[in-house]
């Protein structure tokens, strides 16, 4: 169910620019305050910053005071059978009351079973059973959170045989029962269809992008699977693959400019990489604001 009274913009009264921004890494600060060119937000994890204090929230605080915030989490484990971790969602919630994001995010995945812990993204069956657990889980979350939080759809490597919906209909059910918005993560779509033999641009055709309110980008590996076929890797250690820089730009060329985050996590580079990274996604998103504009000037 909706919660009451959650929408956009977030409780701030503040809303992300439809900029390029790039997720914050506390290496890259001095870089970032000094740097001529003025990314458009920035992104953290929420999980490294649950601590009650200390250099981390010294530093996040003075970015804070100058740019918008995103507040992307990874270990919720929206998707797990054992229902949210009410620790874990009162450590999140400290940090949104903490920062007061313009965006709050989280992963339609699992990561923890009973008592065990595992440091990666697990893929959920897309069925009626699955689909009623993850709609009470974000509807706690939100309910706790008291705003709406934006899901990302995964990069996947295998399919469920006991999945009865598509991927992109499970997604656009979830959003129609919770009111929560959606994060593509334009990445994911490539690596899920490289992986799984399905064409990407089939699957954001058909994808609810009226509900997104987010964009992310990032590099992906590339190997082989068992029977030597293409296999890709969802790696966030490289620049933005040419295939997931065009599909992103048939993407916002269908609605219109949105915020868009570069996402490096692994081997991260310098600071101006990163920089060239998102000012390509600047460009993209410059060159469709015209375009819309010139729409709204001549409708």
């Not at 590339?222 to 029977?227: I, L, R, S, V």
Request: proline share 5%.
């Amino acid at each position: 169910m909706k919660p009451e009274g959650l929408g956009h913009p977030a409780r701030n009264g503040k809303t992300l620019p439809a900029r390029a921004g790039a997720g914050f890494k506390s290496v890259h600060a001095d870089a970032i305050l000094a740097d001529s060119y003025r990314i458009g937000f920035l992104e953290v994890h929420a999980e490294n910053y649950m601590g009650a204090g200390g250099h981390p929230h010294r530093l996040l605080a003075r970015m804070r005071e100058q740019f918008p915030l995103s507040v992307h989490g990874v270990g919720l484990s929206i998707g797990s059978e054992n229902g949210i971790d009410a620790m874990h969602l009162s450590r999140l919630k400290s940090v949104v009351d903490r920062y007061q994001p313009e965006q709050v995010s989280e992963h339609l995945a699992w990561s923890t079973h009973d008592d065990s812990y595992f440091n990666d993204l697990l893929p959920v069956p897309y069925d009626r059973e699955t689909l009623t657990r993850v709609c009470d889980h974000i509807d706690t979350v939100q309910s706790a959170l008291g705003r709406k939080i934006l899901l990302e759809n995964p990069s996947t490597y295998a399919i469920f045989e006991r999945s009865t919906m598509s991927e992109t209909d499970f997604i656009r059910e979830i959003a129609r029962r919770t009111g929560c918005g959606l994060l593509l993560d334009v990445n994911n779509v490539l690596v899920s269809s490289v992986n799984n033999r399905f064409k990407p641009l089939m699957y954001l055709h058909d994808f609810p992008l009226d509900l997104v309110e987010e964009i992310h980008l990032a590099g992906h590996a590339e190997d082989e699977d068992e029977d030597g076929g293409r296999l890709l890797i969802d790696a966030h250690d490289r620049p933005v693959d040419d295939d997931v820089w065009r599909l992103y730009d048939i993407v916002i060329s269908q609605t219109g400019p949105l915020p868009t985050l570069i996402e490096w996590d692994n081997d991260v580079p310098d600071w101006p990489v990163l920089r060239r990274e998102a000012q390509a996604a600047d460009a993209i998103l410059a060159r469709h604001a015209t375009t819309y504009l010139m729409g709204a000037r001549h409708g």
